[in-house]
């Protein structure tokens, strides 16, 4: 399939679903004032050429891998099921949408390392996932592919166990079954197509790649402020988490305590500052951080 010239840049995002929400946050914090407008299929951003096209989170490969859309934000679960070939190009992990792909059985059942599936019924979305896992580990077990409530498949004696998305595990503990193995760690992907994005549309596509760089790596960052002697500021650049060099300024008036300002990419706990105090820090202030570039 071949697309037609387009006006505008198409960014492909899932339209309901796990992904769904977080992918039109990312979007309207890179700054796209997005329109819902009566076409549910396509909304507007008015600020820029772009459409940000809302289908099935499984079409999302195909239509970036073929140049319906120029970017797409989807699971690295849906991307890696999709055998498309070429395949779309990674461009960088989005920090959401984290869950694990597993294979469950009825809780109890006895596991001993994936030996233990040979010759069982195995239901899942996604047998080639399955099927690559099993081969993997030479292991020769029937998958039972099904469109959803795999969840239901052992109760239903359709299979023996399951193969499926778990992030919280509210779903296999409602349904009676246990986590046996993990066969993929997910999160939301950002994507484009396999070969370069249209002249025009390239600078474009490049700002709205770094602007969601920049609001994926202001997540979680924070912006850290204190007061500490001059003597301790070895020990204090240890202690504050995945900083690089602080900015040290004099403070107005006294000799021997300065002013430390640090980025930390990592998440700051109470413990963190409390091992700040104690090693003389005083007036300790974290502050989200809103952009980053
Ligand atoms: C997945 C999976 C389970 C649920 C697990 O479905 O199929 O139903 O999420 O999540 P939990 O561990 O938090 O209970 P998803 O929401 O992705 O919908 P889909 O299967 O229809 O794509
Ligand atoms: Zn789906």
């Not at 204090?236 to 430390?260: F, H, M, N, Y």
Request: net charge negative.
């Amino acid at each position: 399939m071949s697309s037609l010239p387009r006006t505008r840049l198409v960014i492909a995002i899932q339209k309901s679903g796990r992904l769904a929400d977080k992918s039109l946050e990312l979007v309207s914090s890179a700054g796209l004032r997005v329109v819902k407008g009566a076409n549910e299929l396509l909304y507007r951003v008015e600020n820029y050429p772009i459409d940000l096209l809302r289908v099935r989170d499984d079409d999302i490969p195909t239509f970036v891998a073929d140049g319906v859309a120029d970017l797409g934000i989807v699971g690295r679960n849906v991307l890696e099921e999709a055998a498309h070939d070429p395949p779309p190009e990674v461009i960088m992990p989005l920090g959401f949408g984290r869950c694990e792909l597993k294979i469950a059985a009825p809780e109890g059942a006895p596991f001993d390392g994936p030996a233990s599936l040979a010759g069982m019924r195995i239901a899942t979305t996604y047998p080639n996932l399955l099927s690559a896992y099993l081969a993997r580990n030479g292991v020769s077990a029937e998958i039972v592919t099904m469109k959803g409530a795999v969840e239901v498949a052992p109760r239903l004696k359709l299979a023996n166990a399951i193969c499926d998305l778990v992030s919280t595990g509210a779903t296999l503990e409602a349904n009676g079954l246990a986590a046996v193995a993990t066969i993929l760690r997910s999160e939301a992907l950002l994507i484009r197509a396999p070969h370069p994005i249209g002249g025009e549309f390239a600078p474009l596509a490049d700002s709205i790649v770094q602007r969601f760089r920049g609001v994926t790596a202001s997540q979680g960052a924070k912006y850290v402020m204190m007061n500490a002697p001059r003597a301790a500021l070895a020990r204090i650049t240890d202690i504050l988490p995945g900083a690089d060099a602080p900015t040290v300024t004099p403070l107005a008036g006294v000799e021997d305590r300065v002013a430390v300002h640090a980025v930390c990419q990592e998440s700051v706990f109470w413990e963190t500052l409390e091992r700040l105090k104690a090693a003389g820090a005083s007036a300790i202030l974290v502050l989200p951080i809103e952009k980053m570039m």
